[in-house]
């Protein structure tokens, strides 16, 4: 399988690359992204064939499909990875929460979201590459708050490999915090940034594009990588579990094989809902992709309306952060699906430089063939929280802004799986307050203590203990002095 580009070719970049290479350097030319070429298709027998699977025999199936350039020993040891999962022998479990509604549960690997799936399984490929090559890579990663302690357990302590991990200093909740901090590979550096995720989105740029910086990575004989949701290396794996949710509904006899459902995916920088669509092309019986997001609807505009306009907008800060997000990156690979290289390049543009673009009527239909979207208020968010945990069910309000879109398409006699991205635990204030009431958000360690006397449950252990494991990156700088810090890490 060969991936080319989504803005056409500068002549500079190869047109044409490998899996490997589109995930070493995930940024082709014009600053577009790479797709596959050919996706494979996947018809019943292989549907049918899976049904009684575990989730990696799946997977590894799955991902001989796509024939990518990666020993099938390389693939089993990344996907041995789920088996560190709750329960090893079905790392996504399927919950059923209304009749027609079930939960599809992403967040059971080692920091409680959903960006475990693709970065565990991810890391350890990666490294495997830098490994083989012989090359040595620095992941840069700026977070909000869960990318961040993905990306250090999957890398920690793999050969070949550092990662300087950038956090808002007052922006993440304090597990999220701590999940870094603590974190305690020889290979890793986590540093606080003055400021908020953009301020350290910046300082990420600014590292990017710094001379001095490049010239002593060089001298160094290290290459620079990302880990970013725009990369083919994460994606792949964010195809898998839509499958897997969908077989798992057929084994929990609630449809036949070949019924349709909805796909509900609280989406920010669209990499989860872009994997829905991507299994959906290759076959899964999707009736439609519906895209949930928080009062940053920017998606919800762009779905309905055909138009792409952050003109006046600026970034709310809600209560699900991980979906607060004005420019979402993985939309380029379905608008270039839609409307080829050409016009994505010239739509990504003017994004850039006019902050808009508009779809051609045809083109919006085209986008209206696979995609329904809607956006969910903090309040209402709030509400659903409390609304399925008196139905007995505690979810985060990632998960909550789904309840306000099945609930639009609900009476359709169509089922709906809606995904879960977060844990209780790692946003806790937001749901202690939904459920108890209060004016000023508590401290995680309350939240969580007051939550789990509320719903008889204990907190996770692996959530408890950060509270007293030692810090180990207590650094919180401004912006200007980053770059020697990492250099000093180096
Ligand atoms: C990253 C994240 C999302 C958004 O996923 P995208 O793939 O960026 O659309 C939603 N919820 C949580 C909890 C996340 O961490």
Not at 261 to 290: D, H, I, R, T, W
Not at 374 to 398: Q, R, T, V, W
Not at 434 to 443: H, Q, R, Y
Not at 461 to 466: A, D, E, G, H, P
Request: with cysteine.
């Amino acid at each position: 399988m060969q991936f080319t580009e989504t803005r056409g070719n500068d002549e500079i970049h190869p047109a044409e690359v490998t899996f490997s290479e589109a995930i070493l350097s995930p940024i082709a030319s014009f600053g577009g992204l790479y797709v596959p070429k050919d996706l494979p298709k996947l018809g019943k027998p292989f549907f049918k064939k899976h049904l009684d699977s575990t989730y990696k025999e799946l997977a590894l199936d799955f991902l001989e499909t796509f024939a990518i350039d990666i020993e099938k020993e390389v693939l089993e040891e990344a996907l041995s990875l789920y088996d560190a999962f709750d329960d090893a022998s079905n790392p996504v479990p399927l919950v059923k929460v209304e009749e027609d509604l079930f939960i599809s549960e992403l967040y059971h690997g080692p920091t409680r979201a959903f960006k475990d799936m693709a970065l565990q399984p991810f890391g350890s490929i990666l490294s495997h590459i830098a490994q083989k090559r012989g090359e040595s890579y620095l992941i840069l990663a700026a977070t909000s708050g869960d990318t961040g302690p993905a990306a250090l357990e999957t890398f920690k302590n793999k050969p070949n490999i550092k990662v300087a991990c950038m956090y808002p200093g007052n922006g993440t909740s304090d597990v999220q915090r701590l999940q870094m901090v603590t974190e305690d590979g020889e290979n890793l550096k986590v540093i606080g940034i003055n400021g908020n995720f953009d301020d350290a989105q910046k300082a990420l740029k600014s590292l990017l594009s710094s001379p001095t910086f490049n010239a002593k990575l060089t001298e160094k004989n290290i290459a620079l990588s990302a880990a970013n949701s725009v990369n083919f290396g994460r994606i792949i794996f964010q195809i898998i579990y839509h499958i897997h949710s969908y077989l798992e509904l057929i084994r929990q006899e609630e449809i036949c094989m070949g019924e349709k459902v909805y796909l509900n995916v609280p989406s920010g920088n669209f990499g989860n809902v872009l994997g829905a669509y991507y299994a959906q092309k290759m076959g899964l019986p999707v009736e439609k992709l519906v895209v949930s997001s928080n009062e940053n609807n920017i998606l919800t505009r762009l779905i309905t309306t055909g138009e792409y306009d952050i003109r006046e907008s600026e970034l709310i800060p809600t209560t699900s952060p991980a979906m607060d997000i004005l420019i979402s990156s993985n939309v380029e690979r379905v608008i270039y699906d839609i409307c080829g290289a050409e016009r994505t390049r010239e739509l990504m543009q003017a994004l850039e430089q006019e902050k808009y673009y508009k779809l051609t009527p045809e083109e919006l239909k085209a986008l209206q063939e696979n995609f329904l979207a809607g956006y969910c208020s903090d309040n209402e968010a709030s509400a659903y929280i409390k609304y399925a945990f008196d139905k007995g069910y505690l979810m985060d309000p990632h998960t909550a802004t789904c309840f306000k879109t099945y609930e639009v398409l609900s009476g359709r006699g169509i089922k709906t799986i809606a995904y879960s991205t977060a844990e209780w635990t790692k946003f806790s204030p937001t749901i202690s307050i939904a459920l108890k009431g209060g004016e000023v958000l508590p401290s995680d360690l309350e939240a969580l203590e007051a939550i789990a006397a509320e719903a008889n449950i204990e907190i996770p252990q692996m959530i408890q203990s950060l509270f007293n494991k030692e810090i180990r990156h207590p650094s919180v700088i401004d912006k200007e002095e980053i770059e020697d810090e990492i250099l000093a890490f180096l």
